[in-house]
């Protein structure tokens, strides 16, 4: 009896030791901020990575955009982080980056691919760091609401419109539609530069420096003072909040309180998902100026962080991540531009059956070939995110009242610089 | 009988826990003899306080001690040692201005405009607490039916969180809200609350009234509960006004009370950040940007940390607080004298 008992013990303790999963030996974090679905897909991407690499663990560490831009930074500084993250601010965090390159199993392909997002996110004078890869690419550009346009019986203009045209058409559908948004931007300096290079912004000097005044660019500053004077912008998307903080009014735009919503691309998901058939919404052709027709490129990269204490298997699940297959299902799924030049000149297949979303991405698509070569300089600068910042903040001033127009140029000017070097001051 | 039993079982259980008590100190009186006898009695007072000064001097004393060290360095360096020092830099830069009274002569004229925005909101502020929570607790000091209710009627948003009251009142305040719904069916056209720097000040001196009057109220209730009855009864016999009664004796009596409501009122509003922040954003432009929010930005939500400029205004906000302080202690010990 007490052998039979003793036996049976044993057995129930083998099976029991046989069924336990190996446990994971190292546990990564990412961090990570969703625009609209493509946390989720990241998770399903995630657990194949955990399938194939059992002794690694990942966890998505879900925030909200302001923790990355404002938590993540003071982390780092205190060289406390996670193992990954993904950020906008591809080059203001550039010292913070791991460089992933002796460890990946064919930086080749990460260089042919990725190899003009690799500059945006490293710091000057660095060519050949791979720090990570690009989650999306970007592109500011405006939706319209469609639906008004055809109630207001006014013909949607086409490409080559200039943005005072565009002014004046959306304001003529807000009056006839009793919508009380005629033209809505994004509260971000982002944004507000392309309008400022369509005007003939040039941003910087000869010697590459941040020269942001300039005529173009008080052409652009004057539109948005008089666009908020006359009740074109609402004044509570730019003038209802201070400083640097971001604002967007997408959720007014999805509530059919806009006509013309100027975002860009990372809005078509959360569109196709929240908007539904309540309207018909299109992206169109960037709004002109004298000098261009442009917006501003941009993205998120999922970069490694030197916080880690696992840069081997931190490049295991990037060279995972990268990989063409998981990497166009990634962007499919959560309808992005594609960051990888094979993936962008393959084309990818959507995963989406709204012909608006289909629409609008290859409209952004098409976009892409058409910026201002000042936009990818000034995408690519280390310090972009101080210049956007000043010129948000001190604009916001101008759109309250609260200064003129000429004392925020000179304010926007001394910002910039003041903050330049702050960035740069170091201990000798 | 049954009471008996009870009072006796609840007497035993109270001799038992007193026989435990008196056994645990006795544990602890040969280790205090032994340290009375090592640094003499003189010095045991600053045994006791021991552990509660570590614990202020490692939670305020350093940290205010690294903030002062950082308000004289600058970059974006987190870590003091690898911060450059900058010595005054930091404090000529945030105090540089043409006039003082114009926040646009000013090279940070954001700070300028926070000072003067706090200024303002807690001159306003702490005045309609002070009036508001007199009146009410005047009210409620009365003979009214379902006082007890009407107590915790006006005690309840003290007990909200001020995220949540700012957020509540957000809502009813936005274009959609439902203040603009009610002036819509009024007939009124909609206001934009947010959008109007004066609207903005208004709305957020009073939603911080609305949220801390409570407090205050219960603290002049106390004080007019403890005025003796008989002074008023006999102003009545007097035939003694009301108006003159509330002049005569109620407000002098109350004097302590209400400088403690005023005192502690003007170091909160000084302080204020959540519920504004929440509620306006600091905004129209910067209309009621207040000094501790700009802080915060300059601090922590810029894209540059600069850790040095934010030191530098929260040591000049806490040498403004420590002169409010001050002035409140010289004010009581006035009082004090006085009586």
Redesign the interface.
Known sequence: MDRRKLLMALALGAGLASGTPARAATELHMMWYSDGGEGQVMKDLLAGFEKANPDIKVTLDEVPYKAI??SL??QL???KGPDLARVT?LG?LAQYYLDLRPDLKDAAYFDKNFGPFLAWMRKPGDTTSIPGIMTQLTVTGPFINKTLFDQAKVAVPGPGTTWDQWAKTVKDVADKTKT?YPLAMDRSGHRFMALAMSEGAKLFDDKGNPAVIDDGFKAAAQRIADWHKSGIMP??IW???????YRGANDEFKNGQVVMYFSGSWQIAQFAKTIGTDFDWQAVPEPCGPAACTGMPGGAALVALKTTQHPKEVARLVDYLASEPVLSEFYARSLFIPGHLGLASKGLDYKTDNPLAKAALNVFASDVATLSPVAYKMQGYG?N??VF?AVISRL??V?????PLD?AYK?IADDIAQ?IA??D???? | MAGDRKRGGTGAVADALDGAWTAAMGLTEPPMRALQRAIGAARMPWAFLAPNLAFFGLFVFLPLLIDVWFSLTGGPRLFPSQRPYVGADQYRHLLACGNYLDPSTCDQDRFWRAVRNTAEFTLFQVGAIVVVSLATAIALNRRIVAKGFFRAVFFFPVLLSPVVVALVWKWILQRDGLLNAVLGAAGFGKTLFFVSPGWAMFWAIFVSVWAHMGFYTLILLAGLQAIPADLYEAAEMDRTPPWRAFARITLPLLAPSLLVVAVLALIKAVQIFDEVFVLTGGGPGSATLMVVQYIYETGFSGVVQDFGLAAAASVALGVALFGLTLAQLRLSRGKEGAT
């Open positions: 831009q404002e930074p003071v500084a205190a060289g601010n203001g009380p004044k509570e003038g209802a909040v201070s400083g640097s903080t310090h995110f101080i910042n916001g001033q759109v309250v009242g609260e200064i004392e304010r903050q702050e960035a001051k170091k201990k000798n």
